[in-house]
């Protein structure tokens, strides 16, 4: 009896030390961060034909590192599939979940998981070849459709049509890529998804140009990072690693004339960003210029949008929703003081 209640003591003292570490102590000991990401979303997280990962969604993981270690390229990206990411991050596998990830009640309650800003405010749309000149999703009455399992789209789908009367027979596959492939090759009359999935899914298609999507947007799809719950401060360093972004573009930061700002400009919120005043560090246990180190390696929020899914993209997406709250978007960070 005596041996079991040492050995549940231990027990109980390893695990506190486990929980009183925390994923930034586990991180900087590592040297690395471990990122949930997709199996291949252009636009979002994909790797180049050289192995490296890029993407909006990459991004954010890259700022975290950046200013956690002071290296954005310190990731390991782990793909995963949207049945298995949730126990991935909870388990402990990834220290954060960057993979186009719906924000919703359910899943910010109930799964034991954070949600740690918007990086992409979205919705659900349908692609159709051209060629069957459909014009709206009621068109779809009786079709096929292409679908990811274990998704908000699936179940958006299955709310919608049920709502509108239309009959469907849901083809579905564990990735997106296997989705839109199947799609492409004619084994459904549709393929469902975010718009800005679809739009990059398009572009591997053989024909993007004979492929179109209806006018319909049927859900609100803002996707974001996620962490574990049961961990402030490092809830608190990926959201202010994404505030720190959006800051910087309002302020006009990039990642080419961060150290021209530092150097020269008087303006106090540019020095708060910067770490040269205000709380710099405190509070999130990183050095003072943790937030110049996301804006030198990986830019500010806008820098990131446009050569991933922006104008310097394939994919070409205008801003939209995704604009700073000053230009006519939804993108708005609390401020850095």
Known sequence: MKKTLISAAVLMVAMTGTAMAGTLETVKERDALQC??????????????????????????????????GDATKVKFIPLNAKERFTALVSGEVDVLSRVTTWTQTRDTQLG??????????????????????????????????????TTTELNMADYFRTHGISYTP?????????????DSGRCDSFTTDLS????????????????????VISKEPLGPVVRQGDDT?????????????????????SANVDKMKAESSDPNV???????????KGLDLADDWAYQIVKQVGNYGE?????????SPLGLDRGLNALWNQGGLQYAPPMR
Request: negative net charge; contains cysteine; charged residues 20%.
């Open 271 to 281: 020095k708060r960003l910067l770490g040269l005043d205000g709380p710099k560090g």
């Open 36 to 69: 949930g990401v997709t199996s291949g979303v252009p636009g979002f997280s994909v790797p180049d034909d050289k192995g490296n990962w890029k993407g909006l969604d990459v991004d954010v993981c890259r700022s975290v590192a950046a200013a956690v270690l």
């Open 197 to 216: 999935q679809a739009a990059g899914l398009r572009t591997r298609m053989q024909d993007p140009s004979a492929v179109g999507a209806l006018p319909e």
């Open 304 to 312: 990131a949008y446009e050569r991933n899914v922006g104008k310097d």
């Open 113 to 150: 998981i954070n949600f740690a800003g918007v990086n992409y405010y979205d919705g659900q749309g349908f692609l159709v070849k051209k060629e069957l000149g459909l014009t709206s999703v009621k068109d779809l009455d009786g079709a096929t459709v292409c679908v990811q399992s274990g």
């Open 171 to 183: 083809v579905v596959f564990d990735t997106n890529d296997q989705a839109a492939q199947a799609f």
């Open 234 to 254: 490092w809830f608190n360093i990926v959201k202010w690693s994404f505030n720190a972004m959006l800051n910087a573009e309002e302020l006009g930061l990039t």
